[in-house]
């Protein structure tokens, strides 16, 4: 079965740039989404299709795939972006999620 | 914003069934594509099944096939999943999610969650 692996945990200070990676065979073949979840909240759409931001999706975020990996970017990140992400990718007709990254803004 | 609501929080004793419901007020089921994910305490985000509009039908994951059953009450415009031979494994809070129109693998907004605890 498709497997997505993300690092567990990125910490970023305030203001700068926070990138965080989602790697799965030839996934730049795939459309990856990200989502956001706060504690205690429901998860939140942040990218889909690789670069697509929804709407009210703050533009500091940004995302990027190619090759076996995407990459979901905060520039300017802020206290309010500290959060779990999590990726997500289409495969044989099955949804699957990365494992999540905590991310800390210290 | 579109708003999912779901059914309230449910305690079910090993070996039960549980059914948790979702309703999309104001979109007819139709229209979307309805899928379920849980997540265990603590743990990330799993993916359970839901409809894949390339092959017209409801999918589900490998892990549940057998075990969960995902409805849609098209009079009542009312998604259900029902899981069946419930454990201690299966104490999660389970979310409906959609994508809003029929256009993609991702899900655009999510319900409040359905708090499911497995206890005898």
């Known amino acids: 079965s498709y497997e997505l692996t993300q690092p567990p ?19 730049g073949f795939k459309y990856s989404s990200w989502y956001q979840q706060r504690p205690g909240q429901s998860p939140v759409l942040v990218m889909y299709q690789d670069n697509k931001r929804p709407s009210g999706i703050p533009e500091r975020f940004s995302g990027s795939s ?16 500290e959060a779990a992400y999590y990726c997500q990718a289409w495969d044989s007709s099955t949804a699957v999620f990365g494992g999540g990254t905590k991310l800390t803004v210290l | 914003q579109v708003q999912l609501v779901q059914s309230g929080a449910e305690v079910k004793k090993p070996g039960a069934a549980v059914k948790v419901s979702c309703k ?4 007819t089921l139709t229209a979307l594509s309805m899928h379920w994910v849980r997540q265990a305490p603590g743990k990330g985000l799993e993916w359970m099944g839901g409809f894949d509009p390339e092959v017209a039908k409801i999918m ?9 059953t995902m409805t849609e009450d098209t009079a009542t415009d ?43």
């Open chain 2, 24 to 27: 999309v007020p104001g979109y």
């Open chain 1, 9 to 27: 945990s990125v910490s970023v200070s305030p203001g700068q740039t926070a990138s965080i990676t989602c790697s799965g065979d030839k996934l």
């Open chain 1, 66 to 81: 190619s090759g076996n990996t995407a990459t979901l970017t905060i520039s300017g990140t802020q206290a309010m972006d």
């Open chain 2, 60 to 68: 589900y994951a490998k892990k549940f096939q057998g075990r969960v």
């Open chain 2, 78 to 120: 009312t998604a259900h999943m029902e899981l069946r031979s419930l454990t201690s494994e299966d104490t999660a809070i389970y979310y409906c999610a959609i994508n809003k129109n029929r256009r993609g693998h991702y899900f655009d907004f999510w319900g409040q969650g359905t708090r499911v605890t497995v206890s005898s």
